[in-house]
């Protein structure tokens, strides 16, 4: 496959450089060509992960396409003088494709979350997207990944959402994802925010880039995860200083 997008690289990850709507436009036509694609949703926490886990940088080069998730991203690739046009998150992306996904009557399988987490996103999706078929939908507390491999097999849907959060997911989708020509993407959190469990910013807060603020007020147990930001930004200046 020559590749749809140019890309631009921060710590040795190829992010797409495009707009969230080409994107979206890209995957439409992927999945109605039943090609096999792996999407990552990717935010400075991934990346930093990544540099210090060999197995998971591996994983992350076998993807397809990998977005800018997060403002971390964005503002990295400005540090490095390689702009990217803006940020491109799992949730819209996962929402923008249900949507399709109902007006073209797809099938999706729902994989992760609580039981009762993942009985809500049914039931929303039921409601608000009524037309799209879920072909199978199992929580994120399983034992036996052969089992659940062969039940998305034997789902055959066109699109796969997996919110094992990372580096779960994306090891899981890198192992199997030979065994279904659809569309594998790892949403993290997403479900969490489609049952309505966890509230998304609201709509000031993403367009001035606080997103990550807000959870931070509403979670403050994600303090020590968000520490890794700083440290981030100082890396990739340091890089940028070097080249």
Do not use: C
């Not at 192992?175 to 479900?191: A, C, E, I, P, Q």
């Not at 968000?226 to 940028?240: D, E, G, N, T």
Request: proline letters at 6%.
């Amino acid at each position: 496959m020559s590749a749809p997008f140019t890309t631009v690289s921060i710590l040795n990850v190829p992010f797409i450089n495009t707009t969230n709507a080409a994107f979206v436009a890209q995957l439409k036509q992927d999945i109605l060509a039943h090609h096999n694609r792996f999407v990552v949703t990717a935010n400075p926490e991934i990346l930093m992960y990544a540099r210090e886990h060999p197995d998971y940088q591996q994983v992350l080069k076998q993807a397809d396409y990998i977005t800018p998730d997060g403002i971390g991203v964005i503002q990295g690739a400005q540090i490095l003088g390689t702009p990217l046009p803006e940020r491109i998150t799992g949730y819209d992306t996962l929402l923008d494709l249900l949507q399709w996904g109902h007006e073209q009557r797809q099938r999706v399988f729902f994989l992760g979350a609580k039981p009762e987490v993942l009985k809500q996103v049914v039931a929303t999706v039921k409601t608000q997207y009524p037309n799209l078929v879920i072909a199978g939908a199992l929580d994120g507390y399983y034992d036996d990944e052969a089992t659940v491999v062969d039940q998305i097999s034997a789902a055959k849907p066109d699109m796969i959402f997996i919110a094992t959060g990372f580096p779960k997911q994306e090891f899981f989708i890198a192992k199997y994802r030979h065994r279904v020509d659809g569309l594998w993407m790892g949403v993290g959190g997403s479900f969490d925010v489609l049952a309505g469990a966890v509230k998304r910013a609201p709509k000031f807060w993403q367009d001035h880039h606080i997103e990550w603020l807000y959870r931070l007020i509403k979670e403050p147990s994600r303090f020590k995860r968000m520490l890794v930001l700083p440290r981030y930004l100082r890396l990739v200046k340091k890089i940028a200083k070097q080249s």
